[in-house]
Antibody, heavy 120, light 111 residues
Framework: EVQLVESGGGLVKPGGSLRLSCEASEFSFSSYGMDWVRQAPGKGLEWVSG??????FINYADSVKGRFTISRDNAKLYLQMTSLRAEDTAEYYCARVVLLTVGGYYMDVWGKGTTVTVSS | QSVLTQPPSVSGAPGLRVTISCTGSSSNIGAGYDVHWYQHLPGAAPKLLIY???NRPSGVPDRFSGSKSGTSASLAITGLRAEDEADYYCQSYDRRLSGSIFGGGTKLTVL
């Protein structure tokens, strides 16, 4: 079964750091771009960051730019989060990206998420 | 405030039809980018429901349909069932932001 499993979430103090991981199974991970999407408590989905299949293209939401770093290796996707703030508290999902030749993309496979809580 | 605007909630009785709108602008939907829809149940992974405006992935019932016109899109659900009760999100791409954008989400209540 095609699957994504996130890990690495937890409780961290404001200003702290955390590294999330996302492990893929049953598909050619290196052939797909990947995104991180989060959902703060009581809020909607928010796109966080994306990385192309070759890691040659990376972008971030303004809310995390300069604090978060997305990366990948042959088997996993990562999100290094630094200078964490209370407003970064959320469920973090990784998602597989399907690029469209006309531009844009959608996310066809999602993980179940990992919880990040930023609190003193 | 989300770049794509959705109604916060919709409701309908079992068996009836509801629609959820998604309004964007000239830098996203109006620029020709496709709209995609996701269903999100509490505690579960978001699920792709409609891709490229009006296409259903394998396994999604034909009770779900999508459309797009101008700077807006909509999701229609016919023959409402209790298990359709969930949050629904539209998603597209914004060329000004150079990234993916979501609507604020719509909570569907089946009465």
């Amino acid at each position: 079964e095609v699957q994504l499993v996130e890990s690495g979430g937890g409780l961290v103090k404001p200003g702290g750091s955390l590294r999330l991981s996302c492990e893929a199974s049953e598909f050619s991970f290196s052939s797909y771009g990947m995104d991180w999407v989060r959902q703060a408590p009581g809020k909607g989905l928010e796109w966080v960051s994306g990385i192309s299949a070759s890691s040659s293209f990376i972008n971030y939401a303004d809310s995390v730019k300069g604090r978060f770093t997305i990366s990948r290796d042959n088997a996993k996707l990562y999100l290094q989060m630094t200078s964490l703030r209370a407003e970064d508290t959320a469920e973090y999902y990784c998602a597989r990206v399907v690029l469209l030749t006309v531009g844009g993309y959608y996310m066809d496979v999602w993980g179940k998420g990992t919880t990040v809580t930023v609190s003193s | 405030q989300s770049v794509l605007t959705q109604p916060p909630s919709v409701s309908g009785a079992p068996g009836l039809r509801v629609t959820i709108s998604c309004t964007g602008s000239s830098s996203n939907i109006g620029a020709g980018y496709d709209v995609h829809w996701y269903q999100h149940l509490p505690g579960a992974a978001p699920k792709l429901l409609i891709y490229r405006n009006n296409n259903r992935p394998s396994g999604v019932p034909d009770r779900f349909s999508g459309s797009k016109s101008g700077t807006s899109a909509s999701l229609a659900i016919t023959g409402l069932r209790a298990e359709d009760e969930a949050d629904y999100y539209c998603q597209s791409y914004d060329r000004r932001l150079s990234g993916s954008i979501f609507g604020g989400g719509t909570k569907l209540t089946v009465l």
